[in-house]
């Protein structure tokens, strides 16, 4: 074990790294084989099982992507690739995906380089199906950015040397897909619903971590922004979405990923350490804790806003929580790498 753990950028990391894989292995595997079943009970707890499975599998490759498991770069890169694949985000490479998210930490701002907003102003029709969708709580914005995963190549937003890479992983996905479908079309269907489940519960995580302003500039790394590498500013606009703070433990439910100023305060930090250091850092009270209940609210309220949110990073969020207008933020994932 000993020869194992010293490739981890902390030695106690191995048993964690291998409980939350395992979780990871038999919620997807066993969703699907769950969600094939007869019935309505056992195909609604594989839907629940696949989508937390692909949940956890994500904020895992937000880890990796802050090299906070192993201490060389090439094995963090190796396990992101491979979850990515269950998270669906594998149609962008892993490399952008974390080129986009070191912005977000280094710039504090969300650097994009496809604007939604801009597009479905410029497309009224689709606008109109995306706030129905929005308005039934389907989260179109964020089927929308992964949907251009798989075509920004062949756009002039994306790469046009991944042209070959996309029709590759898109051929070996549908292929899948064809072959669980002869196997049970039902579950196919249900993953779609799973799939969903995923993408709401990360946007919803990431609508009030933070207020910073929207630059289309991610293609631009020499681009000047006012606060850029500015400590005070990251802190005092970040913000920590617990679960539960009288039961933390439900806070792995989203592996930790809601103690999200001790995240920023130390990158590195592994999902299982952020707990203890959120503690060390500001004990029970910190006024950038913002409550669950608060931003399921504002979240129902404003869930139509959010399509365009026009006063992010001009408000201060608790404060907007409390009063019941925070606007959520969408299409700022970090599975998507544009």
Excluded at 104 to 117: M, Q
Excluded at 167 to 178: D, F, M, N, S
Excluded at 209 to 238: F, M, S
Aim: net charge positive; proline share 4%; glycine share 6%.
């Amino acid at each position: 074990m000993f020869k194992i753990a010293q490739h981890f950028r902390h030695t106690d990391g191995v048993w964690p790294l291998i409980l939350v894989l395992s979780y990871i292995l038999a919620t997807y595997v066993g969703g699907w084989l769950l969600m094939a079943q007869s019935g309505l009970v056992l195909p609604a707890l594989g839907v629940i099982a696949c989508a937390h499975g692909m949940i956890i599998a994500a904020y895992l490759v937000h880890d990796c992507a802050h090299n906070a498991l192993f201490k060389k770069t090439e094995l963090n890169t190796r396990l992101g690739k491979l979850l990515n694949w269950i998270t669906g985000g594998s149609y962008g490479t892993y490399e952008d995906l974390r080129y986009k998210h070191m912005r977000h930490h280094v710039d504090n701002a969300d650097p994009i380089s496809f604007d939604y907003r801009a597009w479905l102003k410029a497309h009224p029709n689709t606008e109109k199906l995306v706030f129905a969708l929005e308005w039934c709580h389907i989260p179109a914005v964020d089927l929308l950015m992964h949907g251009m995963l798989v075509i920004a190549p062949f756009t002039r937003i994306g790469k046009g040397a991944l042209k070959q890479r996309t029709l590759l992983i898109a051929a070996a996905r549908v292929t899948a897909l064809i072959a669980l479908a002869a196997w049970s079309l039902k579950a196919v269907l249900l993953y779609a619903l799973a799939y969903t489940l995923m993408l709401m519960v990360l946007r919803f995580f990431d609508a009030y971590q933070h207020n910073y302003e929207i630059v289309v500039n991610l293609n631009d790394p020499d681009a000047e922004l006012p606060h850029k590498g500015n400590r005070e500013y990251e802190e005092n606009n970040t913000y920590s979405n617990l679960i539960s703070r009288r039961w933390p433990v439900l806070n792995l439910l989203i592996l930790n990923f809601c103690y999200h100023n001790a995240h920023h305060t130390k990158p590195t930090m592994p999902w299982y350490k952020l707990p203890a250091l959120h503690r060390e850092l500001y004990g029970d009270h910190f006024t950038r804790t913002v409550g669950l209940k608060g931003q399921l609210k504002s979240y129902h309220r404003n869930r139509i806003a959010g399509i365009y949110a026009e006063t992010y990073g001009q408000v201060e969020v608790p404060e907007a929580l409390r009063e019941g207008t925070a606007v959520p933020v969408y299409g700022l994932s970090f599975l998507t790498a544009f």
